[in-house]
């Protein structure tokens, strides 16, 4: 049997095995095999024994789905969204690299803009450097108090 790597290369219309496809986009065959309990649109021809065989579409699928939640942080909610909405094509062309998603959005609606902050006056810029500056000092009172613990840990106990 040949090494991985030294097999002859498929024609680009043949189908491809679940480890083939897995190996190509870098994931564990059993995410592919959830992929399919979550994206309906990922539909394997299944053969004798359960095998599965990826056709040139789903696997361009795959790479679309692979690239929404990898590759731009969607959920699987999202990207289910992104397939609904947009379509299979469009996530096959994501996953060829003809297509960019739309920057992704975990809620439903449209954040408002928020207003730019106002510039901090004087006095606020004052009362913010004192809490820092008691902060800083309750952190080294808490870190000497750790040192001290430590030291009475490792002291011998006077009987």
């Not at 679309?64 to 397939?83: E, F, H, P, S």
């Not at 820092?132 to 006077?158: H, W």
């Amino acid at each position: 049997m040949p090494e991985k790597g030294l097999l002859p290369e498929k024609e680009p219309g043949a189908f491809r095995t679940i480890g083939e496809v897995a190996e190509d986009l870098d994931l564990p065959q059993h995410v592919l095999r959830f992929w399919e309990t979550r994206f309906t649109q990922v539909r394997p021809l299944k053969r004798g024994g359960n095998r599965r065989y990826y056709r040139p579409d789903d696997v361009d699928l795959l790479h679309g789905i692979r690239r929404l939640l990898y590759g731009q942080g969607y959920t699987i909610r999202g990207a289910q969204r992104v397939l609904r909405e947009r379509g299979m094509r469009f996530v096959q062309a994501v996953g060829r690299g003809e297509q960019v998603a739309p920057a992704f959005v975990e809620t439903d609606h449209e954040p408002e803009p928020e207003a730019a902050a106002p510039p901090l006056g004087r006095a606020d810029r004052a009362s913010l450097t004192a809490v820092l500056d008691e902060l800083r000092a309750c952190r080294r009172t808490l870190a000497g108090l750790r040192r001290v613990s430590a030291t009475e840990l490792d002291a011998p106990e006077a009987t």
